[in-house]
C-alpha cells in the first residue's frame, strides 16, 4: 500500500512538472482584428506580429522555434514592445538572435522597455539591434507606405528613463497633432487614457506579463505598476477611438512561472471601414 501511495505521489510530482514546464514553454498564438475609419484601404489586410517582454528567454536553438512560429504567419511588419532583455539576468545574445531571426521575416520595429534601462547596457544592445537591422523608435514618428498610401508608426521610451520623459511627451504631442492612422509602440499598458487623449487608433503594449497568473472569470492576478487584479494584462482593450493591444508576453522576470498563461505571440490584422 506504502509503495502504491509512493508511485502516485510521484506520478502527480512528474504531471506537475511536465505541467508548469509547458506553461512557461509552450507557444500560443492570439488573433486580433482591429478595424478603423481612419485606416487607408490599402492596409487593408495589413498584418501585424507583436513581441514583448521576451526577457532573453529561448525557444529553440538560435530561437529557431519562435522564428517558424513567426514565420508562418506571414506578418507585413513586427513590432517588438519592450524588456526585450532581462535586466536581472541579462544576456543579450539571445535577443539579438531573436531579432536577427523577426528582421529576416519583416521590417521589425522596437521600443525599448524598463529592463533594457535598468539595466545600464543599453547603449550597447540599441547598437547591435541597429546593426541587425532593426529600426529602433526612441521617441520618434516613422511612416510606412503601401502605394501611395501610409500610416504613422510611433515609439516612445520607457518613463523608467527619466532623462526622456520630455522627449516621451513632445513625441506624444506631435503624435496627436499628425494626421492620418496613428500606430503607437510603448511598453506600458497601464498609460492607456493619456494614449486614448492623444488621439492614437491603435496602441501595442505589454510590460504586465499577462497578469502572470490567470484565472477563469478574473484573468490576471497581478502585474507591475498595476498592482493585483490588474485591468490591462491581454487583449484588445477600447476607449472612445483608441485600441491598445496588451501583449501577455513571452518571457518571465522576477516571478519565474506562469500559470494558465502560456507565452504568446500577437497577431493583430487592420481593416479598414467605408467612411
Known sequence: MK???VRIFLIIIIVLIAFLYFENNGLTTTRIDVVSENLPKGFNGYKIVQLSDFHSKEFGKNQSRIAKRIKKLEPDMIVVTGDLVDSRHYDEEKSVALMVQCVGIAPTYYVPGNHEFRSGKYGLLEKRLEDAGVIV???VVEQIAVGDEWINVIGIEDPSNTMALNDIED???EAEEIKG???LLSHRPELFSTYSDKKIDLIFSGHAHGG????PLVGGLVAPNQGFFPEFTAGKHIDGSSIMVVSRGLGNSI???RVFNRPEIVVVTLGSLEK
Open 171 to 173: 513625441t506624444l504631442n
Open 3 to 5: 509503495g502504491k501511495r
Open 255 to 257: 516571478i519565474p512561472q
Open 212 to 215: 502572470q497568473v490567470r484565472l
Open 181 to 183: 492612422f496613428k500606430i
Open 137 to 139: 523608435l526612441r521617441n
